[in-house]
């Protein structure tokens, strides 16, 4: 290998080093989008959808997620930011039915709440974060 062969080895390898490390060093912000999902419906339950809640130009945000275990849904509200107690809310119900909801100042999550025998039956469910909310009426009908 010649000098300028090593030189430019070098500087590759630099290159890969420093981009390793930015993509590790970068944690996720609220610009990301969505809040990953923190399994709190419990096992056997699958996420099926989920809707994202942003304001504050998106320097507030959480996300809302529907999960299924073939007989009931679940439904849990993660915020991005958790270092500190917000209002939240996490409610669903088989449509037509009773809510369950479970609101309160959370630190990360409201939830989960669930549905009773929802298989086959139409679902409502919502989301909020600071009073802004998001969610569906008479969805994953079946």
């Known amino acids: 290998m010649n000098k300028k062969q090593k030189t430019l080895a070098v500087a590759a390898s630099a290159t890969t080093l420093t981009a390793a490390f930015l993509t590790l060093a970068t944690p996720a912000s609220a610009a990301d989008g969505v809040v990953p999902y923190n399994g709190a419906c419990g096992s056997g339950y699958s996420v099926i959808d989920h809707k994202d809640i942003s304001f504050l130009g998106g320097s507030e945000n959480a996300t809302v997620y529907l999960a299924y275990n073939g007989s009931k849904n679940c439904a849990v509200t993660i915020k991005f930011h958790t ?14 039915g009773v809510w369950d909801t479970d609101d309160g100042n959370y630190h990360s999550y409201a939830g989960p709440v669930y549905t009773t025998n929802s298989a086959g039956q139409c679902v409502d469910w919502y989301g909020s974060l600071q009073g802004i909310g998001a969610g569906e009426n008479n969805s994953h009908c079946g």
Do not use: Q, S
């Not at 270092?83 to 037509?96: C, F, K, L, N, S």
């Open 83 to 96: 270092d500190y107690t917000e209002p939240m809310r996490a409610t669903i119900r088989v449509t037509g």
